[in-house]
């Protein structure tokens, strides 16, 4: 039985694809089959992940619009035990198109629901926005896992995103849960990275988990390289850090 994990927080540059692109492929590299589900019409998780978004025949959008099934829509190992369901930026027309069609907000699960045994894990990267791109993907998740900057103002957003997340849970996904708040870009250098944690954990009654993503230079190099870290530059703290995120999720599951 497959977990499906959505990504998400409004707020743009906290870390979200980066946390995406790079979770998908440590698991992936620890032998769990995994699905990178890009419903961000950005597209960076699919050219993060190595996949040409400008010329992918077919995209999350076209599963969305109903042109095709989601077996069409999938790039199949594209690195070991990893597949991408690619996404480019004509899914920000998807929106208006949704407009009047009924159960709008469960075309995505119907969809995943076809395929989601064949994966140890499906983790979805959500557009940075609370949008009826970011609902799909909330019908269609077991869990959220919110990506926090290190920053002044990192709690800011996220009231706002826990309550579509309960909203989510009250109106179409009774089973929705927090996975947890991971922080990103961590700098042990200034001590205000330090008072962000202590400051999240004191107001938020949600599971936080052990492993800090540094700021990592190297980390924000690979996309560019169409690469997951791991493949980019294995001995990096970036990598490291994400392959104990990675091993936090695994046994978070079999808690």
Do not use: W
């Amino acid at each position: 039985m497959g977990r499906i994990i959505a990504i998400a927080n409004q707020k743009g540059g906290v870390g979200k694809t980066t946390t995406a692109i790079n979770l998908s492929a440590s698991l992936a590299s620890m032998g769990q089959r995994v699905l990178a589900l890009d419903m961000d019409p950005q597209g960076n998780m699919t050219s993060g992940l190595g996949v040409d978004k400008d010329n992918v025949e077919k995209t999350v959008y076209d599963l969305i619009i109903g042109n095709v099934g989601i077996e069409k829509c999938i790039q199949s190992e594209v690195i070991e035990n990893l597949d991408v369901l690619p996404s480019n930026i004509n899914l920000s027309a998807a929106e208006i198109e949704l407009i009047g069609i009924d159960n709008k907000e469960f075309i995505l699960k119907e969809e995943v629901d076809k395929v989601k045994d064949e994966y140890d894990f499906t983790i979805i990267d959500c557009p940075p926005a609370l949008s009826m791109l970011t609902i799909n993907a909330m019908t269609t998740a077991d869990s959220v896992l919110v990506p926090i900057q290190c920053e002044y103002y990192a709690l800011e957003g996220l009231s706002q995103l826990i309550h579509t997340i309960e909203l989510v849970q009250e109106r179409l996904n009774s089973s929705l849960e927090i996975e947890g708040v991971v922080f990103t870009m961590y700098d042990a250098r200034t001590n205000l990275s330090l008072q962000v944690v202590e400051n999240v954990k004191d107001n938020l009654n949600q599971n936080i988990y052990k492993t800090i993503i540094p700021r990592n230079i190297r980390l924000a190099e690979a996309p560019s390289y169409g690469m997951p870290i791991n493949l980019y530059d294995p001995k990096s703290t970036g990598a490291e850090s994400y392959m104990l995120l990675a091993e936090e999720v695994i046994h978070k599951g079999e808690e």
